[in-house]
């Protein structure tokens, strides 16, 4: 059984305004487990923007890399040269694009005297529905296969993956809404505790906590609500 994080939380800083970001961060160190860095706040000030964020809290680089494997290995090489603790790739990618993400990671990280990061599979957007879609549960096994540490796993398919990968694996689940919050464009939701219970090991959580007019206050009361 993997080791399970003292603190699930991830929060999400989906802002295009930098110093926002950081202050957040810096308010939300104490009271979650990493800060995601996506590609709004990303393609807005690029590394810089995980330079910043990172110096008060991990980060979980949300980049989702998909393209050729020569091309996603020099991408993930940059991203664990900047030192983040967790970044996506797709895994409709394929196992050689994985493969090749997991390369770049342990030689960026090599590169930047950083633990390597753990490469997380991206299986189906929280923001997508529908039956035509791959199999989220066979996409972590060929993402696990080539070697990724963990998978995005949207809401309703947390406990399928959860059986099918076993207690070895890391899952991170977006979409995450605390009960009677609004759920925006998230079709596949949880509550923390409902993805607790599946066998979440992450939650990115956004808007309930940036949005909110005491975020660390949001933040601190969803994590007493699952422990």
Same mark, same amino acid.
């Given at each position: 059984?993997?080791?399970?994080?003292?603190?699930?939380?991830?929060?999400?800083?989906?802002?295009?305004?930098?110093?926002?970001?950081?202050?957040?961060?810096?308010?939300?160190?104490?009271?979650?487990?990493?800060?995601?860095?996506?590609?709004?706040?990303?393609?807005?000030?690029?590394?810089?923007?995980?330079?910043?964020?990172?110096?008060?809290?991990?980060?979980?680089?949300?980049?989702?890399?998909?393209?050729?494997?020569?091309?996603?290995?020099?991408?993930?090489?940059?991203?664990?040269?900047?030192?983040?603790?967790? $970044?996506?790739?797709?895994? %409709?990618?394929?196992? /050689?694009?994985? @493969?090749?993400?997991? #390369?770049? =990671?342990?030689? !960026? &990280? *090599?590169?930047?005297?950083?633990?390597?990061?753990t490469?997380?599979?991206?299986?189906?957007?929280?923001? $997508?529905s529908?039956?035509? %879609?791959?199999?989220? /549960?066979?996409? @972590?096994?060929?993402? #696990?296969? =080539?070697?990724? !540490? &963990? *998978?995005?796993?949207?809401?309703?398919?947390?406990?399928?993956?959860?059986e099918?990968?076993?207690?070895?694996?890391?899952?991170?689940?977006?979409?995450?809404?605390?009960?009677? @919050?609004?759920?925006?464009?998230?079709?596949?939701?949880?509550?923390?505790?409902?993805?607790?219970d599946?066998?979440?090991?992450?939650?990115?959580?956004?808007?309930?906590?940036?949005?909110?007019?005491?975020?660390?206050?949001?933040?601190?009361?969803?994590?007493?609500?699952?422990?």
């Open positions: 059984m993997i080791q399970r994080p003292q603190n699930p939380i991830i929060a999400a800083l989906d802002l295009s305004d930098l110093d926002r970001a950081e202050d957040l961060a810096a308010r939300l160190a104490p009271s979650v487990g990493l800060v995601k860095v996506g590609l709004e706040l990303f393609s807005a000030h690029g590394p810089e923007a995980v330079a910043r964020v990172r110096a008060t809290a991990p980060v979980f680089l949300d980049v989702k890399l998909h393209d050729i494997p020569n091309t996603v290995e020099r991408a993930a090489a940059n991203c664990a040269r900047l030192g983040v603790a967790m $970044l996506t790739v797709h895994a %409709l990618g394929g196992e /050689a694009m994985v @493969a090749a993400a997991t #390369r770049g =990671a342990e030689r !960026g &990280a *090599a590169d930047g005297g950083h633990p390597v990061p490469v997380a599979a991206v299986t189906v957007l929280s923001s $997508l529908g039956g035509s %879609l791959a199999s989220p /549960a066979s996409l @972590a096994f060929e993402a #696990r296969a =080539a070697g990724a !540490g &963990a *998978a995005v796993v949207s809401g309703e398919d947390v406990r399928e993956v959860r099918a990968m076993g207690e070895e694996f890391c899952l991170v689940v977006p979409g995450i809404r605390p009960a009677g @919050a609004n759920g925006h464009d998230q079709v596949r939701i949880l509550t923390p505790q409902e993805a607790i599946a066998g979440a090991d992450y939650l990115v959580i956004g808007r309930p906590i940036t949005e909110a007019a005491d975020p660390v206050g949001a933040a601190r009361g969803i994590l007493r609500g699952i422990r």
